[in-house]
């Protein structure tokens, strides 16, 4: 398994990924920075992967999993409902691979803002 740290101007979450292709391929990118985007209660950002979607890729998930979209080559951190959620639900605009889920508390990333500088980095 590996771990990442994901960190912006105000604090910072880290991650256990799975050993999935995609997340083998994001480790090998890192480090890499970005500019953080958010829709609802997700936050997300592009990085240099390029992936395809993995046959149990999916839409929904439990909050505070990690997950990349690949359309938008970007990591995706859904902490609660989207703008296309049905309730309470994490839904994501399409199916994603899913890498791993967050350490503690899913909820830290609501400190994250449109823009803010994004560094990701293994552990």
Known sequence: MNRI????????VTATLSNTPTAMKLVAALPASSRACTWGEEVY???PVSVRKEKDA???VPPGTVCFWVEGSSLALPYGPTPVSKGDECRLVTAVNVLGKL???PRALAGIRDGDPIEVSKI
């Open 5 to 12: 740290r994901i960190k912006w101007p105000k604090g910072e």
């Open 103 to 105: 350490d503690g508390d």
């Open 45 to 47: 950002f592009s990085l």
């Open 58 to 60: 999916v839409d929904v």
